[in-house]
């Protein structure tokens, strides 16, 4: 018989009633340490104060209105996020696939409205996740996410990472974005080196198409900016944005700059619940936090921490792990044993991580972890570690 819930998740046998900080409280009254954040969702931790006042005072006095009307948080957070980047105007949605749906479509009303309605594909990268819309399992186009869901919709051109020569040749009269994370979450935590994003800036310069980056998961001060792109010195012309933003509270964006955004006009896109105002309360709290002086360069020490100890994890247990990649606290274990292995002693030491493709124990943190709570951290994943070492 069928569960009452959909049977689409391989749960962990794990469930939790309470959270503070990186702390999550189980059911029968246990404290885990909390490496996952929700997948880099819970930014600022489980219940921050700052976050449950934001929303609690907003909840006292209107949750939803709808985008039939004006609301005043949905613009003052707009006006933050594009003080603080690239873009000139924000459209708000729930989630991150949704998101990346509308800089897809974005592009595509761009080369409409600019006379050339011919270039509507867009490049993607292999190991590449976009979300779970049918749109987006179509651009990442990994067969784990595509198996019998089609025929797939039409539009997206898919090369290696990694390839530059791939990426050059993929590009045709046709195309009209190159999407990239620059940072891979799914995928297996890989940075794109600074100078392949401004290989690709160069390429949409030069053949005249927009750049657009996913930052649903490197976003949000994760890396140690307040967007990974940032990193390389380069400009994308959409972006999405989600998880981080909202602190826990579901949120996602679509940052542009007027120039790609210039053919959606009323009627070109719309959410019911995008950007209401419990949401958007939250976010613009998470903003101040985020942007509060020295926070990012607190997020680069106690980053700076958390990855010496994990290169000593690494050099104690050789047989359990291989290497560590990524960037601030979006940090990848790359192992030599089973990563569900690692991850399910690491249930049993009361330590919460996340798995992803290439065999890596995703470490993803709030970005205000202690320097207390990185030392227990590294101690437990030490416990776990000995563990699959014990098991081997």
């Not at 990268?125 to 019998?148: C, N, P, Q, V, Y």
């Not at 089609?150 to 990426?167: I, N, R, Y």
Request: net charge negative; charged share 20%.
């Amino acid at each position: 018989m069928i569960s009452p819930v959909l049977p689409s998740y391989a749960r962990a046998p794990l469930s939790f009633t309470e959270g503070e900080g990186p702390w999550l409280i189980s059911e029968s009254g246990d404290r885990y340490l909390d490496l996952g954040a929700g997948i880099a969702v819970n930014a600022l931790g489980h219940a921050n104060p700052r976050l449950v006042a934001a929303l609690e005072g907003q909840a006292r006095r209107l949750w939803h209105t709808s985008n039939l009307y004006e609301i005043p948080n949905q613009k003052a957070l707009a006006e933050r996020l594009v003080e603080h980047t690239f873009g000139d105007t924000v459209f708000f949605t729930n989630s991150g696939t949704e998101a990346m749906e509308c800089c897809v479509k974005m592009a595509r009303k761009y080369f409409h409205a600019t006379g050339r309605p011919e270039r509507y594909r867009m490049i993607t990268f292999s190991g590449s996740f976009h979300g779970r819309t049918l749109g987006m399992i179509a651009a990442a186009g990994s067969e784990k996410l595509t198996d019998g869901f089609g025929p797939m919709l039409d539009g997206f051109d898919h090369v290696a990472f990694g390839d530059h020569d791939g990426l050059k040749a993929a590009i045709t009269d046709e195309t009209a974005a190159i999407i990239i994370e620059p940072v891979l979450g799914e995928g297996g935590i890989k940075p794109v080196p600074a100078q392949c994003m401004r290989g690709i800036r160069d390429l949409c310069d030069e053949h005249g198409l927009l750049m657009i980056c996913d930052e649903i998961q490197c976003g949000v001060g994760r890396t140690g900016k307040l967007f990974a792109h940032e990193w390389a010195g380069v400009t994308p012309d959409i972006m999405a944005v989600a998880k981080g933003i909202g602190g826990g509270f579901p949120l996602g964006a679509c940052v542009a700059s007027e120039n790609a955004a210039q053919g959606m006009t009323a009627g070109s896109h719309g959410s019911t619940y995008g950007g209401n105002p419990l949401a958007c309360a939250v976010g613009c709290e998470v903003l101040d936090v985020v942007l509060e002086e020295g926070f990012l360069d607190r997020v680069s020490r106690i980053s700076g921490r958390l990855r010496q100890g994990l290169e000593g994890l690494i050099a104690s247990h050789p047989d359990v792990f291989e290497s560590v990649r990524g960037e601030g606290l979006m940090l990848g274990l790359v192992c030599k044993a089973p990563n569900m292995d690692v991850i399910q002693a690491g249930y049993d030491n009361h330590l919460l991580s996340v798995p992803a493709a290439e065999n890596v124990v995703r470490i993803l943190p709030p970005l205000n972890l202690t320097d207390a709570e990185v030392d227990e951290a590294l101690r437990r994943l030490d416990a776990a570690a000995c563990q699959v070492e014990g098991a081997s």
